[in-house]
């Protein structure tokens, strides 16, 4: 047994390191993402609050909702480190996107929250 920090840095298997990375990654942009949703609903998109709301909970449940989907994938047709690769890759190019949408010039004033 390990006893030392870098002896059990060493006992771990390479990937370790990767996937504890893109899971910090993934969970601090899933937060961010869902602290400012329902006010970018509110505030810039001017919706009714149940509106609102109800497209939080809807993103809310689509992120909870589509791992199952890519464990079918993993478990029956590609592999898990190919499908964790892949969608990452996926999931990082929607995070790409939301931001440069969000710092394009648009047509609605920029509104403080």
């Known amino acids: 047994m390990a006893e030392t920090w870098p002896e059990m840095l060493k006992a771990w298997p390479k990937t370790t390191l990767c996937i504890v990375s893109n899971e910090f990654c993934e969970r601090f942009s899933y937060y961010g993402m869902r602290t400012i949703l329902l006010l970018y609903f509110l505030n810039v998109l001017k919706f009714d609050y149940s509106i609102a709301t109800v497209g939080t909970?809807?993103?809310?449940?689509?992120?909870?909702?589509?791992?199952?989907?890519?464990?079918?994938?993993?478990?029956?047709?590609?592999?898990k480190f190919k499908t964790i690769f892949v969608l990452s890759i996926v999931y990082a190019l929607g995070q790409l996107g939301l931001a440069a949408a969000s710092t394009l010039s648009s047509s609605s004033p920029c509104i403080p929250m």
């Open 57 to 79: 909970n809807g993103f809310t449940v689509l992120c909870y909702l589509t791992p199952l989907f890519g464990s079918i994938i993993a478990d029956g047709y590609v592999g």
